[in-house]
């Protein structure tokens, strides 16, 4: 339970892909957000796409129009999410997250991105990504900054034990720069070099080892696309040699539903660590799942995603050890 508690925390959800895009066959990030990692601000197109097909209530082109109209040089994204946590041990709401993103485009090649906002309940000022994004053809691009590597599936629910296997964790962005490969309704590939001064240690506590050295951390994430609605994939890390090994899905099997696993094993542990997630939508906009983490034990939850109108949504999730979590998240 305190474990629990104690990362629950520091959730920020959805930094990867929406499941409606999933089932909408749309299979890169780069085609809604400014990189092709995701999670980064989105594009016009990204943007209308929350009004077209995301919200249960919208107008058409309400969000695209915020502010600016589908600019050739201007992105952004302003988010704030709040949270509510109930347990027997504790009650208690506080805003999460708050930051503001912009990226300026000079022509079709090159982009530069920066983000600053407050990130914990501390509420301290941070700027945690900024980076270069070199695009010399649409099938290859180069970023180069302070950004979190892509691993798996990309969640940044940081209590999950995929993320922590992975070494990627609260706060973890670090100096990176990364090669981006696409072939078209093949699959995609991403290689990544980081430089780490902050190792997270494998156990379910998410803790960390301010005092490890800094190291050049390799990653690699090749994923293929299956058909129209599902892709799989694997990855790798270490620094030498790979030491973690993991394999991810996504995949919409029919109609409006989506299956996300994902299993990560470092070499020499006895366990690894899974993650599935199984959900669908009973009517547009709304999101109804169940999911299951595994390290050194299970921790299952339900819950539900409702983008009301664009820009606007609620969550709520209710974990097996009877801890309630709901957060209210705004974005334009």
Not at 5 to 33: E, G, R, V, W
Not at 35 to 60: C, E, H, Q, V
Not at 163 to 187: A, D, F, H, M, P
């Amino acid at each position: 339970m305190k474990i629990l508690m104690t990362t629950l925390l520091f959730i920020s959800i959805k930094a990867f892909a929406y499941p409606q895009t999933i089932i909408k066959d749309y299979q890169l990030c780069l085609t809604c957000h400014v990189s092709p990692g995701g999670g980064t601000a989105l594009n016009g197109y990204g943007r209308s796409m929350a009004s077209d097909f995301m919200a249960t209530w919208a107008i058409k082109n309400e969000v695209r129009e915020f502010v600016t109209y589908d600019s050739p040089y201007v992105d952004y994204k302003a988010t704030y999410r709040h949270l509510y946590l109930y347990s027997e041990e504790v009650e208690t709401n506080f805003p999460m997250l708050a930051d503001f993103e912009l990226a300026l485009h000079l022509g079709d090649i090159l982009t530069f991105d920066m983000s600053a906002g407050v990130y914990s309940r501390d509420l301290q000022p941070e700027t945690r990504q900024n980076f270069i994004l070199v695009k010399p053809f649409r099938f290859m691009t180069f970023r180069f900054g302070h950004f979190m590597p892509v691993m798996g599936l990309g969640t940044n629910d940081h209590s999950l034990s995929i993320k922590q296997t992975n070494g990627l964790g609260r706060g973890s962005e670090s100096y990176s720069g990364e090669i981006w490969l696409y072939w078209k309704r093949v699959g995609q590939l991403f290689l990544t070099v980081s430089a780490n001064d902050v190792s997270i240690k494998s156990n379910p506590t998410n803790t960390y080892d301010v005092n490890s050295e800094t190291v050049a951390i390799k990653r690699m994430r090749s994923s293929a696309f299956i058909g129209t609605f599902a892709e799989v994939g694997i990855n790798a890390s270490g620094v030498s040699k790979p030491t973690t090994w993991g394999a991810f899905l996504k995949w919409s099997p029919f109609w409006t539903t989506y299956i996300l696993a994902e299993v990560d094993h470092q070499i020499g542990s006895i366990q690894s660590a899974s993650w599935i997630r199984v959900g669908g939508f009973p009517f547009k906009g709304m999101d109804v799942y169940m999911s299951i983490d595994s390290y050194t034990e299970k921790k299952k939850s339900i819950g539900l995603d409702w983008m009301i109108r664009p820009g606007f949504e609620i969550s709520a999730s209710y974990y097996d050890d009877e801890t309630f979590m709901s957060q209210l998240h705004i974005w334009r």
